[in-house]
């Protein structure tokens, strides 16, 4: 506004020599990169349409928006504040996705977190390299399968009806076993599940910064007399930690990304009451109930929440010392 | 080599054993549909569901999805559209944007790093992105698969870090020779870049081969559906008729038996494929631990 209103004034006038020259400059600058900027605009454009226009987009949760009427439907809505707020927050479900999206997510990482530094600390003792290759080659496999596949294998062993699993333990105790639909194990079977699908790919960094401890620190320790164990705990475990730390701080960070796939993939409405995350909450108001304007009241709650909590983390990472992600 | 103790041995011995289990928990879900897709119905009910070995070899399963169904090679298609043309768009999309930014004096670079930066941290969330496809017209197309995740911002800012690792003196040189800024690109960078190419291609196929959530709510048409979502559907239904898909089929073979074939199906392209390519992907990783 001030520049402008300066210009105006000055125009007049023959314009400053070096303010003008600086303008050129820049122009001259930014035209000598042409070819950069060029490069960079098919990536800006879709980060715009598909970033940022649905950030945007995040209005509606304070309008009432019917899901047939378009664009025109958006900006002719009605806005009504904070409506969909308040009802998510005084509705029965409110505590109900709060409570299953940090426990689910708390399973995961009390036994997901410790779980792939225990296989890398493990593989660390293994000396026969053909052997640890092959254990690790087997163990990044399912990182590479889809949920849609995990979840046919989880029900090749677990299915009420013909799962291996559940059809052996039915002749052997003369019961009937479900687990699926059942909500004692649906959590269990989350926590399994998710630790089996990523404990081999997620050992590769720490089996990166073990392979990057230098071996005179182990033999200095053998000459001393350590032991295996207590090289492991002395010199491996304090070589990794700054690894550790700075994973846990973001696995922290991601709280409430409980592992949307997985869970709309696995559960089904006889489990909802210990299953039911914010993510599957949003999927099935918006998407399936057409509430689009609630759901995205929803969604928009879960996005400001993870964003505090992803700042408090990398804060905390900081704060140790350690560089986070910014 | 070096000398153990008898308790470090005995450490060392249950390790092994630890690790041995671990691998068959690896490997056993995926030998139990193995087997399960080879059994016939007779079989499947004598032996009431899922079995760790078949006891006859019967193919009526696979003579389902590819002979008696053009469902599968329908779905395969769409699934390999995906993985060939949806990762040449996120290639030429991220390399173009990586190296642009990784220009380290261009005017403006900061900012646009954080644009990017900035949509990692926060999302408007499914129901914009929802909205926003279907507003552009892209719903039951196959670019509702390719066009709204053109570019992962990880993996560009990846592909950015490395090409800052480039030598400068490189580009000064072509440029002093006469070299144009694309020629530089086409002629020094990209091949000396292929490694990280391949690497960030091998993320992206993988992404593409194996996604269900998008095509799940984007497309409603059977034609258009990929891989995922036929095997999906088909792991849902209780009874093989209430599928679509598959409703013209008389006397079908045991439910558990088709959707096992269809899991292997599904999956043997990845397992032939990744224990060549894992070495790739661990590089990936390792570059994006490193901040750039």
Redesign the interface.
């Known amino acids: 506004m001030k520049s402008q209103a300066d210009a105006g004034s000055l125009s007049r006038m023959p314009p400053p020599a070096r303010n003008s020259g600086n303008w050129r400059k820049l122009l001259e600058r930014l035209w000598f990169y042409r070819f950069y900027y060029l490069l960079a605009l098919p990536g800006i454009l879709y980060f715009i349409i598909f970033h940022y226009i649905p950030m945007f987009g995040i209005v509606i949760a304070f309008k009432d928006v019917s899901p047939f009427g378009g664009v025109e439907g958006i900006i002719e809505a009605p806005w009504v504040g904070l409506k969909h707020f308040n009802r998510f927050f005084n509705s029965i479900f409110f505590w109900n996705v709060i409570e299953n999206t940090v426990v689910i997510s708390g399973l995961k990482i009390i036994f997901g977190f410790p779980a792939p530094i225990i296989f890398a600390l493990m593989l660390n003792e293994v000396f026969r390299l053909k052997f640890k290759r092959f254990v690790q080659t087997v163990s990044y496999l399912p990182h590479f399968i889809s949920w849609v596949v995990t979840t046919g294998l989880i029900s090749a062993l677990l299915a009420t009806s013909g799962g291996l699993i559940t059809e052996a333990l039915n002749n052997l105790t003369g019961d009937n076993w479900s687990f699926l639909t059942n909500p004692d194990h649906f959590r269990g079977i989350l926590t399994l599940s998710h630790v089996w699908k990523t404990i081999g790919w997620s050992s590769i960094l720490y089996l990166a910064a073990m392979a990057a401890i230098d071996p005179a620190l182990y033999e200095a320790a053998a000459i001393d007399g350590a032991n295996r164990f207590q090289m492991a705990r002395h010199i491996t475990i304090p070589s990794i930690a700054f690894v550790i730390t700075i994973l846990f701080i973001f696995e922290i960070g991601n709280l409430l990304d409980a592992g949307f796939e997985q869970i709309l993939l696995l559960y089904s409405p006889s489990v909802y009451s210990v299953s039911d995350i914010i993510d599957t909450y949003v999927y099935r108001e918006g998407l399936l109930g057409l509430k689009y304007s609630f759901a995205a009241a929803v969604g928009l709650f879960k996005g400001v929440m993870a964003f505090l909590f992803l700042i408090a983390a990398n804060a905390l990472a900081n704060r140790l010392g350690q560089p986070g992600l910014w | 080599?070096?000398k153990?103790?008898r308790?470090?041995k005995l450490?060392?011995a249950i390790?092994?054993v630890?690790?041995i289990l671990?691998?068959l928990?690896?490997?056993i879900?995926?030998i139990?549909?193995f087997s399960?897709s080879f059994i016939s119905e007779a079989e499947f009910a004598r032996r009431?569901?899922?079995?760790?070995y078949p006891e006859a070899i019967d193919m009526g399963s696979y003579d389902i999805l590819f002979g008696r169904s053009k469902v599968i090679l329908n779905a395969y298609s769409v699934t390999l559209f995906r993985v060939v043309v949806g990762t040449g768009f996120n290639l030429a999309?991220?390399i173009?944007?990586a190296?642009?930014?990784a220009?380290k004096d261009?005017?403006g670079r900061v900012p646009?790093t954080i644009?990017?930066?900035i949509?990692m941290?926060?999302?408007?969330?499914?129901?914009?992105?929802?909205?926003?496809v279907d507003?552009l017209g892209l719903r039951n197309t196959l670019w509702s698969m390719v066009?709204?995740g053109?570019?992962s911002?990880w993996n560009?800012l990846i592909m950015r870090n490395f090409f800052m690792s480039l030598p400068e003196e490189l580009f000064d040189a072509a440029i002093v020779d006469g070299a144009?800024?694309?020629t530089v690109?086409l002629r020094i960078v990209l091949p000396l870049s292929m490694p990280v190419i391949a690497t960030i291609g091998l993320f992206y196929a993988?992404w593409h081969?194996?996604?269900?959530?998008d095509a799940a709510?984007y497309i409603d048409k059977s034609h258009l559906k990929p891989m995922?979502i036929i095997?999906?559907s088909l792991?849902e239904t209780t009874n093989m008729q209430g599928l679509e898909e598959l409703a013209f089929i008389e006397d079908p073979p045991p439910a558990?038996s088709l959707?096992?074939a269809l899991?292997i199906v599904?999956?043997v392209p990845?397992?032939f494929i990744?224990?060549f390519v894992?070495r790739y992907?661990?590089k990936g990783?390792?570059i994006g631990?490193i901040?750039g």
């Open positions: 080599m070096l153990l103790s308790n470090e450490a060392h390790i092994y630890l690790l671990l691998t928990a690896f490997l879900p995926f139990i549909v399960t009431g569901g899922y079995v760790l999309f991220t173009t944007m190296y642009a930014l220009k261009l005017p646009l644009f990017v930066f949509t941290v926060f999302s408007g969330g499914l129901i914009p992105r929802f909205m926003l507003a066009y709204p053109l570019i911002a560009m144009s800024p694309p690109l993988v081969w194996n996604s269900w959530f709510i995922q095997l999906r792991l558990a959707r096992s899991i599904s999956t990845v397992l990744y224990p894992q992907f661990v990783i390792m631990s901040k």
